[in-house]
């Protein structure tokens, strides 16, 4: 059984040993200065290796021009990756609060804590209309319950990266690509999407 066969099982699992796959991502502040309420975690977390992250924003084509949301950030490896190494600037989005401190840790530790934020927050709550790049590594519930939302709110040629998962039969990717037995997929936002969203 390969790497990729073994992660979607544990993915998969986790969500619905939990009954996770079918809760919705609401989780939210009651109002802004109110104690954050304990969400409850729609994917579970399991980091992308880092030549995972390297081929993401590589197939990408992630530049300093570039503002990068990565969706479900984690430890914000992706974000950092593409602040350090390609002088990006990001924002990382996660519903979990240990994983965006300890993103905002890692952010600081690699200098580029003027470059990136993380935010404690719901990805459906969002905005995403300002980045050019988006990432993610979620489940494929999650992800086609989404698509929607990116096709909606992302500008005409705003690139899409997903460790994994893909769309849906919905939006077939431009490209598919492995990397050590991990699946990566991409896709460009068209006019033809931001029509049959506002449809």
Sequence with gaps: M???????????????????????????????????????????????????????????????????????????????TAAKKLGARGTGIDLDPTRIAEAQDNARKAGVEDQVSFKLGDLFDADLSAASVVTLYLLPNINTRLRPRLWQQLKVGSRVVSHAFDMGPEWPPEKTVSVEGRTIYYWTITGAQKKQAKA
């Excluded at 073994?6 to 040993?17: E, F």
């Excluded at 609401?26 to 954050?36: F, I, K, L, Q, T």
């Excluded at 993401?56 to 974000?79: Q, S, T």
């Design 2 to 80: 390969n790497l990729q066969t073994n992660r979607r099982k544990l993915l998969l699992l986790g969500a619905t040993s939990t009954g996770l796959g079918l809760l919705p991502l609401r989780a939210a502040m009651a109002h802004a200065d109110a104690a954050p309420l304990t969400a409850k975690l729609d994917v579970p977390y399991v980091p992308t290796p880092q030549e995972v992250v390297d081929r993401m924003l590589a197939l990408a084509r992630v530049g300093k021009n570039d503002v990068l949301y990565d969706l479900g950030c984690g430890d914000g490896r992706i974000v950092v």
